[in-house]
């Protein structure tokens, strides 16, 4: 049936999209009574819904086809909203004991599903036997639940917890007990409180997976969380976001739940959840409005000013403030809604543009492929601080990025193709040594891939086995998990960043020759595993957190030694200084070879290793500044 193309005037002060909504939430609110509580959805005609809606059909063709298209955008919702409840609970429990962990992830998604039996008779009952689309829509869902209870058993025998073996079985029997269960409750054949389904649920599993359980009692329900309510200030919402924003910045966007948040402002999930609908939707407010915020005030600095320095200037400053954006951004993009990508996205492209207009302005007979780059390039520059933690004296820190930006928006770019690569012969196609066994290598190389374009929650290891041309158990012959193998992968990152900084040192003599061969091979690495580099960079808080605290400890003495390369050619800089900018240059580079507007350029390499020298170089504040740093 054709949809009936709704009227785009404005009536009752409100919108056609307005309206669209507000209709759509009433088809769904009368819904969700009749189909989970009322007759079901089979005995729904179409007249008695809309009245009870207070709708005519005519007003439902605009918004759906048929009444299973309501029913299945119910379903949808439903298990969306069950979902993100889990992995929030799954996010917060990193690295506790499979017993906490098993315990959350189950507790989660009974409370979610039987706090309202209608959600659970929707979910359970009245999608059953409806039709092709309804039963693909649910092996859909059920296909990505058992994923995640697969990730968390592998995750258990990553860690020793566990005997490791093809938990696929195991996770399907789970979820099939845990359905009936439901299903049982929400149709009346068992009398059972939540709390009581969580016990028996959590027995049989843990019975399944041979760990001893717990005696204590269960814990109380999560909607039974009540922390003390406070007076809501005048700027709650911008309280919200800044918590928020720094939260999934440090700890990860699957590893924070709403409680987290709630707890850490003082205030109830039920205040939260009043500002913002979903984690998601606070995701990406946090991102949208603080883009928002720096574009307005670099717009302003520029108007004010009337120079290219005013706009570049308030950009570091007003990046500074919000130190953690950045991280969030490159960590999390992939966590947004669709909307709220195009959004992000076209507020970077803005972003950029007034970039590109100060430079301009500095620069004017830039070409334009060469002032797009270096844009970006500066772009990296002000972000560099929100990954890492060295702390400075705020002006001091502004005054140091701002001499990275001179320095870099007066470099002369090396143009035409690159002729400078260097001889890293020991880089075979793999990034791997040589003489390593062929298959694992496949594997860790295939992995690394969809990791980097994907991110590791994305990714099952029936993804891995199939772009390696075997099934996904197969994987378990050579490696314990999708946790090993992204342990393996940043494992060899180190041992390449390793390799080239001390064949560096001993190639380069003195100072400034091993600095520049540092710089070059640390590109040349970069750009030929940019896989690699980018699963280090993007994906090791995913790791357990013994081997997490293990990588950065392994950066964090790699950013020391290379700073004390560059204090040897400059005796002038404290240590904190020295850091900042290697982690400046090593930003600018990490940036570059996954920005696909610059990976296009045959020079990248060369172009590279001109400004990590200058930014190495840049003209900074006085001594007497520099004893004002701190760690």
Same mark, same amino acid.
């Given at each position: 049936?054709?949809?009936?193309?709704?009227?785009?005037?404005?009536?009752?002060?409100?919108? /056609?999209?307005?309206?669209?909504?507000?209709?759509?939430?009433?088809?769904?609110?009368?819904?969700?009574?009749?189909?989970?509580?009322?007759? %079901?959805?089979?005995?729904?005609?179409?007249?008695?819904?809309?009245?009870?809606?207070?709708?005519?059909?005519? @007003?439902?063709?605009?918004?759906?086809?048929?009444?299973?298209?309501?029913?299945?955008?119910?379903? =949808?919702?439903?298990?969306?909203?069950?979902?993100?409840?889990?992995?929030?609970?799954?996010?917060?429990?990193?690295?506790?004991?499979?017993? #906490?962990?098993?315990?959350?992830?189950?507790?989660?998604?009974?409370?979610?599903?039987?706090?309202?039996?209608?959600?659970?008779? +929707?979910?359970?009952?009245?999608?059953?036997?409806?039709?092709?689309?309804?039963?693909?829509?649910?092996?859909?869902?059920?296909?990505?639940?058992?994923?995640?209870?697969?990730?968390?058993?592998?995750?258990?025998?990553?860690?020793?917890?566990?005997?490791?073996? #093809?938990?696929?079985?195991?996770? $399907?029997?789970?979820?099939?007990?845990?359905?009936?269960?439901?299903?049982?409750?929400?149709?009346?054949?068992?009398?059972?409180?939540?709390?009581?389904?969580?016990?028996?649920?959590?027995?049989?599993?843990?019975?399944?997976?041979? +760990?001893?359980?717990?005696?204590?009692?269960? /814990?109380?329900? *999560?909607?039974?969380?009540?922390?003390?309510?406070?007076?809501?200030?005048? #700027?709650?919402?911008?309280?919200?976001?800044?918590?928020?924003?720094?939260?999934?910045?440090?700890?990860?966007?699957?590893?924070?739940?709403?409680?987290?948040?709630?707890?850490?402002?003082?205030?109830?999930?039920?205040?939260?959840?009043?500002?913002?609908? $979903?984690?998601?939707?606070? =995701?990406?407010?946090?991102?949208?409005?603080?883009?928002?915020?720096?574009?307005?005030?670099?717009? !302003?600095?520029?108007?004010?000013?009337?120079?290219?320095?005013?706009? *570049?200037?308030?950009?570091?400053?007003?990046?500074?403030?919000?130190?953690?954006?950045?991280?969030?951004?490159?960590?999390?993009?992939?966590?947004?809604?669709?909307?709220?990508?195009? %959004?992000?996205?076209?507020?970077?492209?803005?972003?950029?543009?007034?970039?590109?207009?100060? &430079?301009?302005?500095?620069?004017? $007979?830039?070409?334009?492929?060469?002032?797009?780059? =270096?844009?970006? +390039?500066?772009?990296?520059?002000? $972000?560099?601080?929100?990954?890492?933690?060295? @702390?400075?004296?705020?002006?001091?820190?502004?005054?140091?990025? #701002?001499?990275?930006?001179?320095?870099?928006?007066?470099?002369?770019?090396?143009?035409?193709?690159? /002729?400078?690569?260097?001889?890293?012969?020991?880089?075979?196609?793999?990034?791997?040594?040589?003489?390593?066994?062929?298959?694992?290598?496949?594997?860790?190389?295939?992995?690394?891939?969809?990791?980097?374009?994907?991110?590791?929650? !994305?990714?099952?290891?029936?993804? &891995?086995?199939?772009?390696?041309?075997?099934?996904?158990?197969?994987?378990?012959?050579?490696?314990?998990?999708?946790?090993?193998?992204?342990?393996?992968?940043?494992?060899?990152?180190?041992?390449?960043?390793?390799?080239?900084? @001390?064949?560096?040192?001993?190639?380069? %003599?003195?100072?400034? /020759?091993?600095?520049?061969?540092?710089?070059?091979?640390?590109?040349?690495?970069?750009?030929?595993?940019?896989?690699?580099? %980018?699963?280090?960079?993007?994906?090791?808080?995913?790791?357990?957190?013994?081997?997490?605290?293990?990588?950065?400890? &392994?950066?964090?003495?790699?950013?020391?030694?290379?700073?004390?390369?560059?204090?040897?050619?400059?005796?002038?800089?404290?240590?904190?200084?020295?850091?900042?900018?290697?982690?400046?240059?090593?930003?600018? &580079?990490?940036?570059?070879?996954?920005?696909?507007?610059?990976?296009?350029?045959?020079?990248?390499?060369?172009? =590279?290793?001109?400004?990590?020298?200058?930014?190495?170089?840049?003209?900074?504040?006085?001594?007497?500044?520099?004893?004002?740093?701190?760690?």
């Amino acid at each position: 049936m054709a949809r009936i193309t709704p009227a785009a005037r404005v009536y009752g002060g409100l919108s /056609a999209s307005e309206r669209r909504t507000e209709r759509r939430s009433r088809l769904r609110e009368v819904a969700i009574e009749t189909f989970g509580a009322g007759v %079901g959805y089979r005995n729904t005609r179409l007249a008695e819904l809309c009245r009870a809606a207070g709708l005519s059909t005519r @007003q439902f063709y605009q918004e759906y086809d048929t009444l299973e298209d309501l029913l299945s955008e119910l379903y =949808l919702h439903i298990n969306d909203m069950v979902e993100q409840r889990v992995l929030d609970e799954v996010g917060r429990t990193v690295g506790q004991p499979p017993t #906490d962990r098993a315990t959350a992830m189950v507790r989660a998604y009974l409370f979610s599903l039987c706090t309202d039996r209608r959600c659970a008779r +929707i979910a359970f009952v009245e999608v059953v036997g409806v039709g092709e689309r309804m039963d693909t829509q649910r092996l859909q869902c059920r296909s990505r639940w058992l994923d995640l209870l697969c990730d968390m058993f592998d995750s258990f025998a990553a860690r020793g917890e566990i005997a490791p073996h #093809d938990f696929r079985l195991t996770a $399907t029997t789970f979820a099939g007990a845990i359905n009936g269960l439901v299903h049982d409750w929400a149709v009346g054949w068992i009398d059972a409180t939540t709390d009581q389904l969580t016990e028996s649920a959590l027995r049989m599993l843990f019975g399944v997976l041979g +760990i001893p359980h717990r005696t204590e009692p269960p /814990a109380p329900p *999560l909607e039974a969380e009540h922390p003390p309510v406070r007076r809501r200030p005048r #700027d709650r919402r911008a309280t919200i976001l800044r918590v928020a924003a720094r939260a999934f910045a440090e700890r990860g966007y699957h590893r924070t739940s709403m409680a987290d948040i709630a707890s850490a402002i003082g205030i109830t999930h039920a205040a939260l959840y009043r500002h913002f609908r $979903t984690k998601q939707d606070l =995701l990406g407010s946090c991102l949208r409005e603080s883009l928002d915020l720096i574009i307005t005030r670099v717009d !302003a600095a520029r108007e004010s000013s009337g120079n290219d320095s005013g706009a *570049l200037q308030e950009l570091v400053r007003v990046t500074l403030e919000i130190r953690g954006l950045a991280r969030l951004w490159q960590l999390e993009f992939r966590s947004l809604t669709q909307a709220d990508r195009v %959004g992000v996205l076209s507020r970077a492209v803005r972003l950029t543009q007034l970039i590109r207009e100060a &430079i301009q302005l500095r620069r004017p $007979t830039l070409n334009t492929t060469d002032r797009e780059a =270096l844009s970006w +390039i500066a772009l990296s520059v002000v $972000t560099s601080p929100s990954n890492h933690h060295i @702390q400075l004296p705020t002006e001091v820190f502004a005054t140091v990025l #701002d001499s990275a930006i001179d320095a870099i928006t007066g470099s002369t770019f090396p143009g035409g193709r690159s /002729a400078s690569r260097l001889d890293v012969t020991e880089f075979d196609e793999a990034g791997t040594p040589p003489g390593s066994e062929p298959r694992p290598e496949q594997m860790i190389i295939a992995a690394a891939r969809l990791f980097n374009e994907r991110g590791f929650g !994305a990714v099952s290891i029936e993804d &891995i086995g199939a772009s390696v041309g075997v099934s996904g158990p197969a994987l378990y012959h050579h490696f314990a998990g999708k946790t090993h193998l992204l342990n393996e992968i940043i494992d060899r990152n180190n041992e390449w960043v390793e390799i080239y900084a @001390q064949r560096a040192l001993t190639e380069g %003599g003195e100072p400034s /020759a091993s600095l520049r061969l540092v710089l070059r091979y640390y590109i040349q690495f970069a750009i030929e595993q940019t896989d690699l580099v %980018g699963t280090a960079v993007s994906e090791v808080g995913h790791l357990p957190d013994d081997a997490a605290a293990r990588y950065r400890r &392994i950066h964090r003495e790699g950013n020391i030694g290379w700073a004390r390369l560059l204090q040897s050619l400059r005796p002038e800089l404290s240590m904190p200084m020295a850091r900042v900018l290697i982690h400046t240059i090593t930003t600018v &580079i990490t940036d570059a070879v996954r920005n696909p507007r610059l990976t296009r350029r045959n020079d990248l390499a060369d172009l =590279l290793c001109v400004v990590g020298e200058r930014i190495a170089l840049a003209e900074l504040p006085t001594q007497s500044q520099f004893e004002l740093c701190h760690e």
